[in-house]
């Protein structure tokens, strides 16, 4: 290479020499140094002209000098590695080869040289370029100069402006304060004129004063003048005043003696005044007391507040009165009618609470403890709050709770508060009158059965014994009752209430209750009575069904109305038989029974009509006097005698069996012809089913009553069609014969619990319990013969003791077939109602020969077979039991709740009969 690299021509003979010995491959980089540097100092040597050359040669001497101290250094350390590394030679041989690969390197390192010098030339480049910005600059600085120096030449010009304008303005100002001095001068001249005149003036003034303070001073001496004559009319005032002082006094201690005087005049005058009020209250008590005595039916008002959606700016109700006053005028026409004025018991507003309703009848409800019969019924036209003060809006809240539940809560609480000396049990029944038919609203099947009416006062309080008695022990077994009985009351929409009743509901409470220490035994019955509301029925927009059962609601009412009426006019005759709600109110309008009516008002001004003959109604019904209330009391003395009487009872009715069948024997073996009453199969199966059974011994085939009559009446007028005939018990029972369901939606079921007391069907225990069942032949109850069956009308006086006095006797199957027949005929008078009439004529057969529907009285002759004089002789021959005095007579004035009447019959053997059958009922219906 370096062979070939130099021109042979630049080169001196020795390093051709040199380069001839060295051998690239063999010679060292010492070797080739020193070449390098022997060619750069010849090339020194040589003086070149050129300079950059030489200059070049110098540096590469001195780079090659460097880099031959760097290698000379590497060399050394190459030295020292291998001096390290002599122990392993392949490490040593490799070192050798860096070390010539680094001296390969110094011919790169000389191309790095020249790269260098390429770098020294670009920055060479760019220090021109720097000095030629520099340049720029300084030119642009000298411009610079020569603006502020222009800019310098023109501030000076306008300081020499500013300066002359201040002068100017100093030449001004001197001018003006020239002015102003002689202007002060001047004002100067004036402020010592006006001083001198001021002190001319305070000189004039000073002597004005001086004038003055003189004339003060004669003043004051003139009022020291006054003041003094004041004075001394004062002295003679203040004597006159002591004067007078004294007189007052002495007037005044005269006016405490009179006052004195008429202060205990007046203390006399408070104490009445005082008085009065509990006067009053006492007045009020004692009016109270004889109305109990005459027994004067309550009347409430209760004013319904306006519903949501009403119009409330015009009312009927005017206003209330503290004492039971109520004034009513027709906002809408004022001068017609314009104010009337009611007086009832107790008005409540229409912000009385259910709780002050309650509150104002309890101690009448508490009554019924003490063994006396209740009976409150609300009254009203349709929508007017009936249902929400009798039962409440919903039974979930205590608030809401209308005087149904809050009776029988205040009841059972009471009885848990008298436990240490009475022992109570109470029995609930709840029916409804619908369409005229009496249905029960607990019965336990969802039967539809019509029941029968009592419609006298029976010991036990029983108006409708067929429908079912249930014991309750608290308020729940009542809540939960009373819900079953509301869920199965008959209720529908009208235009005027959204839940219109459709039907009287009738919840009838029995309380029986003994005392511990005396064992008087006390019964108290408790009728709530829910009445159905009149309505209009242009205004209740009613049609077909819901017609029908307005036109029975409106029916029944106008027969409650008749019956007020008669009561009201004291008249002989009351028709409760015109309707079945009068039947079932009987016992509590025409017995011995506390009364209460809420009359219930609608305050609407298109009601007014309504609500005027609602109150009118109510005024009547308060001037009726029913008699005073007795208490139901049996002491433990009159039981046994009751006890005694039953027996002596059967042993009669034992008595009287064997000679029946003595007789009948007799009259067997005498071989007489069977008269028609035997061969009518027909009736006896009636009868039979009516009245007869295998267990009662003292009844007779023949013992057809006026009951059974009435049940032929009320079911076809000829007695002998298979088709009239009325139905059956079981029938009854079974809901068949052409009694309809009237309810469109399906009876609620009673729970498990509440057990049925009913007579007739309740079970043993129940009938012990409440002793509805009587002497336990509950087959034999005259109950079961039909619904009218047992409402034997009332007499004229409206005593309702009389149903089994239109009973007919004997006339046994042994008088029917008696060969030699007398005939014996007793009419048995019963009051229908009080306009219509019905009759029949009764034969031995048995059979009801109408007469004339449209008459009242019912005449019905027995045929009575002569010998059945002996039997009745036999029986009047008892009779002494009955008579006054006697132990049978004192019972039955005892436990009767209602006086025995005689009714007119002709033939003793009807007042036989009649006595023992009524003697039977009562023991057997004992509760
Ligand atoms: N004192 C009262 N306070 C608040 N709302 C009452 C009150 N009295 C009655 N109402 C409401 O008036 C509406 C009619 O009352 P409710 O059904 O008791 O009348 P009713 O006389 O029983 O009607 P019907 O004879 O048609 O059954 C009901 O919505 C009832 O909640």
């Given amino acids: 290479m370096l062979k070939q690299g130099f021109c042979a021509e630049f080169l001196d003979d020795n390093i051709k020499d040199l380069i001839k010995s060295i051998t690239v491959d063999n010679a060292s980089t010492h070797v080739l140094f020193r070449f390098l540097n022997q060619i750069l100092d010849e090339s020194i040597d040589k003086k070149d002209e050129h300079a950059y050359h030489t200059h070049m040669a110098r540096m590469l001497k001195q780079v090659v000098q460097v880099i031959e101290q760097r290698v000379y250094a590497q060399v050394e350390n190459l030295k020292d590695q291998n001096n390290l590394c002599s122990v392993c030679s392949g490490k040593y041989q490799s070192r050798l080869k860096v070390l010539e690969t680094l001296a390969s390197w110094s011919t790169e390192e000389i191309e790095v040289l020249f790269s260098y010098l390429k770098q020294i030339k670009m920055d060479k480049t760019g220090i021109e370029e720097k000095v030629r910005l520099k340049e720029k600059d300084l030119t642009n600085l000298k411009e610079e100069k020569r603006s502020l120096e222009n800019e310098n030449s023109a501030l000076k010009r306008e300081l020499e402006t500013l300066k002359r304008i201040h002068e100017e303005h100093c030449l001004q100002i001197e001018t003006q304060a020239k002015e102003t001095n002689q202007a002060l001068e001047k004002k100067t001249h004036d402020l010592e004129c006006y001083l001198m005149e001021s002190k ?20 004051e001496e003139t009022f020291q003048i006054f003041l003094n004559n004041h004075q001394r009319a004062l002295q003679e005032l203040r004597t006159a005043y002591a004067s007078v002082k004294q007189e007052v006094t002495m007037t005044k201690k005269r006016y405490g003696e009179e006052f004195y005087g008429l202060g205990v005049e007046l203390e006399g005058v408070v104490h009445a005044a005082d008085n009065y009020h509990s006067v009053l209250v006492e007045n009020r008590k004692l009016y109270n007391e004889v109305q109990d005595l005459k027994g004067n039916i309550r009347v409430y008002c209760r004013v319904r507040p306006f519903l949501p959606g009403q119009c409330k700016k015009l009312t009927t109700v005017e206003h209330i009165g503290e004492n039971g006053e109520l004034l009513v005028s027709n906002p809408t026409k004022p001068g017609k009618d314009k104010n009337r004025i ?6 409540f507003g229409q912000a009385a609470s259910q709780e002050e309703v309650f509150l104002d009848t309890r101690p009448l409800i508490r009554t019924v403890l003490d063994g006396f019969n209740v009976c409150i019924f609300a009254y009203g036209q349709t929508g007017s709050g009936k249902t929400y003060t009798m039962s409440g809006p919903s039974i979930s809240s205590k608030e809401d709770w209308g005087v149904n539940y809050r009776a029988l809560h205040d009841l059972f609480h009471i009885a848990q508060s008298r436990k240490g000396s009475m022992t109570y049990e109470i029995g609930v029944q709840m029916v409804e009158i619908y369409n005229e038919q009496v249905r029960d609203l607990l019965t336990c099947h969802g039967s539809q059965k019509r029941l029968g009416i009592w419609s006298t006062t029976q010991p036990n309080g029983l108006a409708v014994p067929d429908a079912s008695m249930h014991q309750v022990t608290s308020t729940e077994d009542v809540l939960e009752l009373m819900n079953i009985g509301l869920m199965n009351r ?7 209430n959204e839940r219109s009743s459709r039907s009287h509901s009738i919840i009838t409470i029995h309380v029986r209750g003994v005392d511990l220490e005396s064992g008087t035994l006390l019964r108290g019955n408790l009728h709530l009575v829910d009445l159905a509301g009149s309505e209009r029925v242009d205004r209740s927009e009613v049609t077909g069904e819901r017609l029908r059962e307005a036109q029975h609601i409106n029916k029944s009412l106008s027969a409650l109305g008749d019956v007020i009426f008669a009561l009201a006019q004291k008249s002989q005759h009351v028709p409760y038989r015109n309707s079945k709600l009068t039947q079932v109110l009987q016992s509590s309008l025409g017995g011995q029974a506390k009364t209460l009516m809420f009359v219930q008002l609608n305050p609407d001004p298109d009601s007014y009509s309504e609500t005027l003959s609602t109150l009118k109604f109510a005024e009547r019904v308060s001037g009726v006097e029913l008699g005073a209330a007795k208490s139901n009391k049996e002491g433990r003395d009159i039981r046994e005698l009751v006890d005694q009487v039953a027996s002596l009872k059967e042993t009669i009715a034992k008595k009287d069996e064997v000679i029946e069948r003595l007789q009948q024997l007799k009259i067997n073996t005498n071989d007489t012809k069977s008269v028609r009453f035997v061969s009518s199969p027909r009736r006896y199966s009636v009868v039979g089913n009516l009245r007869l059974s295998p267990k009662s011994p003292g009844r007779k085939t023949s013992q057809l009553s006026d009951r059974e009559i009435d049940i032929y009446s009320e079911y076809g007028e000829n007695p002998y069609d298979a088709r009239s005939l009325p139905p059956s018990i079981d029938e009854l029972k079974r809901g068949r014969r052409g009694i309809s369901a009237p309810h469109s939606r399906p009876k609620k079921d009673l729970p498990a619990k509440f057990t049925e007391a009913k007579a007739g069907q309740n079970s043993k225990d129940d009938v012990e319990l409440f002793n509805f069942g009587g002497s336990g032949d509950s087959d034999e109850r005259i109950s079961d013969i039909s619904d009218n069956g047992l409402s034997m009308g009332t007499d004229s006086d409206g005593s309702s003791g009389n149903a089994v006095e239109n009973t007919l006797f004997p006339a046994g199957s042994t008088e029917a077939t008696s060969p030699s027949r007398v005939t014996n005929s007793v009419e048995a008078t019963t009051r229908l109602s009080g306009n219509a009439t019905q009759a029949g004529r009764f034969t031995g057969t048995g059979a009801i020969q109408p007469m004339n529907n449209n008459t009242e009285r019912r005449v019905v002759t027995y045929n009575l077979p002569k010998p059945s004089l002996k039997v009745t002789q036999t029986r009047l021959s008892r009779l002494s039991l009955h008579k006054p ?19 007119t019959t002709r033939g003793n053997s009807a007042l036989t009969t009649r006595s023992i059958r009524q003697t039977g009922i009562r023991t057997e219906r004992s509760f």
């Fill in 885 to 903: 005095g006697t132990a049978t007579s004192k019972f039955q004035s005892m436990t009767s709740t209602t006086p025995r009447k005689t009714t």
């Fill in 200 to 219: 001319k003036r305070a000189k004039q003034l000073e002597s004005f004063s001086e004038s003055k303070s003189e004339g003060w001073k004669k003043k």
């Fill in 490 to 496: 008959a209720v529908s929409a009208t235009a005027l």
């Fill in 342 to 347: 009611f007086k009832f018991n107790k008005v």
